[in-house]
């Protein structure tokens, strides 16, 4: 069973830095493209960013470019989301989801349950 | 705001067939595989239909897909009251190198 557990979130202030992590479980990590998907409170969705199988290609949002950097450890089958330069409307839940589009980054069927990142002083 | 546009919200009577239309461009809906996620309160979204007009394991043929040029098309047949949710639209974007979803339209049963 795919299993994604995403981790980090919490608050922090305007400017300030955090990393999530995303541990992947029941499939071969390595084979997958990632990505992060974030949803404001009381919002629509909004795709973050991906990374392709090896981490070679790397996509962002306009929103998050220069902000945001994607990474992944496939030992450790962990992808992460380093984020810094945070601002309030960066405030919202982050999942983090399995590409199974073939690295297409067209669909994604798996998806994690979220951790809550607060932008807040 | 994204680039993709649904409608607000739709609604019908139990039993009877909603649609939800999902309009883009030709960098994205075009040329790219559309999906569609259901998402009830408080949860992860659930992916419905991809490659346009396919279905996961364990989604009823109740859910349809369809694209047609820069646009695309979520059909939900014999609503249920358990069908009450959030609906996105999703794609890959060429020019912004980067996926996209639509904005999103809930779904309500009367």
């Known amino acids: 069973e795919v299993q994604l557990l995403e981790s980090g979130g919490g608050l922090v202030q305007p400017g300030g830095s955090l990393r999530l992590s995303c541990a992947a479980t029941?499939?071969?990590?390595?084979?997958?493209?990632m990505g992060w998907v974030r949803q404001a409170p009381g919002k629509g969705l909004e795709w973050v960013s991906a990374?392709?199988?090896?981490?070679?290609?790397?996509y962002y949002a306009d929103s998050v470019k220069g902000r945001f950097s994607i990474s992944r450890d496939n030992s450790k089958n962990t992808v992460y989301l380093q984020m810094s330069s945070l601002r309030a409307e960066d405030t919202a839940v982050y999942y983090c989801?399995?590409?199974?589009?073939?690295?297409?980054?067209?669909?994604?069927?798996?998806w994690g349950q979220g951790t809550l990142v607060t932008v807040s002083t | 705001q994204s680039v993709l546009t649904q409608p607000p919200s739709v609604s019908a009577a139990p039993g009877q067939k909603v649609t939800i239309s999902c309009s883009g461009g030709r960098s994205n809906i075009a040329n790219n595989y559309v999906s569609w996620y259901q998402q009830l309160p408080g949860t992860a979204p659930k992916l419905l239909i991809y490659?346009?007009?396919k279905r996961p394991s364990g989604i009823p043929d109740r859910f349809s897909g369809s694209r047609s040029g820069t646009s695309a098309t979520l059909g939900i047949a014999g609503l249920q009251t358990g069908d009450e949710a959030d609906y996105y639209c999703?794609?890959?974007?060429?020019?912004?190198?980067?996926?996209?979803f639509g904005t999103g339209t809930k779904v309500t049963v009367l």
């Open positions: 999703g794609t890959w974007d060429r020019s912004l190198s980067a996926g996209v």
């Open positions: 989801a399995k590409d199974d589009g073939g690295g297409s980054l067209e669909y994604f069927q798996h």
């Open positions: 990374i392709s199988v090896g981490g070679v290609n790397t």
């Open positions: 490659d346009n007009n």
């Open positions: 029941g499939f071969t990590f390595s084979s997958y493209a």
